[in-house]
Antibody, heavy 118, light 108 residues
Framework: EVLLVESGGGLVKPGGSLRLSCTASGFTFSTCSMNWVRQAPGQGLEWVSSISGSNNYIYYADSLQGRFTISRDNAKNSLYLQMNSLRADDTAVYYC???????????WGQGTMVTVSS | SYVLTQPPSVSVAPGTTARITCGGDNIGIKSVHWYQQKPGQAPLLVIYYDSDRPSGIPERFSGSNSGNPATLTISRVEAGDEADYYCQVWDSSSDHWVFGGGTKLTVL
């Protein structure tokens, strides 16, 4: 079964840091680009970041202003998102999603909630 | 930055056809993907490359992109189709993925 499982969410104070993980199974992880997408409470989907299978290409949404870093460990079938200088408006469910050869996001994890509050 | 515009809401009666639009500059030259999201669930890909359906998605779901706007069409709408729907494109000028604001489909 193709599966993505996120972890690492939680409650953090403004200015704090958090590292999210996404563990993949059931497919050849190293051949797939991966993405982080977030959804603030009651809001729509917002793309956060993408990383190619071989780490050649990394892209970020402009709104992050250099505070987040995406990475991956193909040996561990894992995707990461290091989030620094967190703000209240970073509060959201964070999803990891697989990007296929069709360029669409065909597999999504269940999401992990990040709450930034004092 | 590239912007995709969707109507906030669409309401239809069961058994009728729902059309959800997605507008953007020169969207006809881009590949549009569509996602369905039900409350408390992760998004689900329902249409990719404008009009292709992933395995397991009913034929009632179709897409078109012959100009502005792109359109997701759901025929013979069922109560279970009630959800939020998002369109998505890749903006090659900025190397960014872009989502539309989402459309809430209500089945009356």
């Amino acid at each position: 079964e193709v599966l993505l499982v996120e972890s690492g969410g939680g409650l953090v104070k403004p200015g704090g840091s958090l590292r999210l993980s996404c563990t993949a199974s059931g497919f050849t992880f190293s051949t797939c680009s991966m993405n982080w997408v977030r959804q603030a409470p009651g809001q729509g989907l917002e793309w956060v970041s993408s990383i190619s299978g071989s780490n050649n290409y990394i892209y970020y949404a402009d709104s992050l202003q250099g505070r987040f870093t995406i990475s991956r460990d193909n040996a561990k079938n894992s995707l990461y998102l290091q989030m620094n200088s967190l703000r209240a408006d970073d509060t959201a469910v964070y999803y990891c999603a697989r990007e296929t050869g069709t360029d669409a996001f065909d597999i999504w994890g269940q999401g992990t909630m990040v709450t930034v509050s004092s | 930055s590239y912007v995709l515009t969707q109507p906030p809401s669409v309401s239809v009666a069961p058994g009728t056809t729902a059309r959800i639009t997605c507008g953007g500059d020169n969207i006809g030259i881009k590949s549009v993907h569509w996602y369905q999201q039900k409350p408390g669930q992760a998004p689900l890909l329902v249409i990719y490359y404008d009009s292709d359906r992933p395995s397991g998605i009913p034929e009632r779901f179709s897409g078109s992109n012959s100009g502005n706007p792109a359109t997701l069409t759901i025929s013979r709408v069922e109560a279970g189709d009630e959800a939020d729907y998002y369109c998505q494109v890749w903006d090659s000028s900025s190397d960014h993925w872009v989502f539309g604001g989402g459309t809430k489909l209500t089945v009356l």
